[in-house]
């Protein structure tokens, strides 16, 4: 079935260096969307990619999407503790028989991002 | 998120249970689901709806079942309560698929000793 898989699990960081995490899915993705969920919260829906290649800037964040539409990444330039957080990527699942998919998403497992003072 | 709540946040119950979840929104959204979180394997789907009464099985239906009985309310039952089923459980809802993300639920922590 579909996968999406991403990378690292846990990253450690001090303050102020950059982080990056990558999402790789198994098959072709109409659109990637990217969640944040703080420790013991919920996840929050931070953006989404449709078209091949795009980059969008949030801010400190990137989000690129592939040319082939099969991996993004996420990266955070001069991080600080506020990013703390586990960083999650989700796809649409694929509908049986091409049908639609009802807005189901397929979530990779997350990054756990630590940024020490 | 002030249009989605989910009930209740913590529940320890014991093997062999019923439970009831309940999720309830604001926003009028058509399509809600409910995933279960677990370290490492990050959020699974269980269920979900798109419409009321239109309800389908996700990845993990599995000891799970859902209901619709009117737009803002989806509430998901574990029927038999099992330890594989100790989980953190979030809703969310969306408005139209592919047109924006999810706006999740605060969670329900439930516990099955």
């Known amino acids: ?117 | 998120d002030a249009g989605i709540t989910q009930s209740p946040r913590h529940k320890v119950t014991e093997t062999g249970t019923p439970v009831t979840l309940r999720c309830h929104q604001t926003e009028n959204h058509r399509y809600m689901y409910w995933y279960r979180q677990d370290p490492g394997h990050g959020l699974r789907l269980i269920h979900y709806s798109y419409g009321v009464k239109d309800t389908d099985k996700g990845e993990v239906s599995d000891g799970y079942s859902v209901s619709r009985s009117k737009t803002e309310d989806f509430l998901l039952t574990l029927e038999s309560a099992t330890s594989s089923q100790t989980s953190v459980y979030f809703c969310a809802i969306s408005e139209m698929p592919g047109t924006g993300g999810y706006t999740f639920g605060s969670g329900t922590r439930l516990t099955v000793v």
């Open chain 1, 1 to 117: 079935g579909q996968q999406v898989m991403q990378i690292p699990q846990y990253q450690h960081v001090q303050e102020g260096e950059d982080f990056t995490t990558y999402c790789n899915s198994s098959t072709t993705l109409s659109n990637i969307q990217w969640y944040k969920q703080r420790p013991g919260g919920h996840p929050v829906f931070l953006i989404q990619l449709v078209k091949s290649g795009e980059v969008k800037k949030q801010k400190r964040l990137t989000f690129q999407f592939g040319e082939a539409k099969k991996n993004s990444s996420l990266h955070i330039t001069a991080t600080q503790t506020t990013d703390v957080g586990t960083y999650f990527c989700a796809g649409p699942r694929v509908g049986v028989a091409g049908g639609t998919s009802y807005g189901k998403l397929t979530f990779g497992q997350g990054t756990i991002l630590t940024v020490h003072p």
